[in-house]
């Protein structure tokens, strides 16, 4: 459930999708960090937020 929410979340905001296994490496870490690695983005990037409140949403 985790990674199609990952999926999911990244369909929505993302510019490139990372393979589905790459989105199981992350989990249990924080999400602006999980999502920063996933697309190589800042931590503190307005795209990178924006993939993260679409995941809490989706997780909901």
Do not use: H, K
């Amino acid at each position: 459930m985790i990674v199609e929410t990952v999926l999911a979340a990244l369909a929505e905001c993302a510019r490139a999708m990372p393979e589905p296994a790459a989105t199981r490496a992350p989990i249990g870490l924080p999400l602006t960090v999980a999502f920063s690695g996933l697309l190589g983005l800042p931590e503190q990037s307005p795209e990178l937020d924006a993939v993260v409140q679409e995941y809490r949403r989706l997780w909901r």
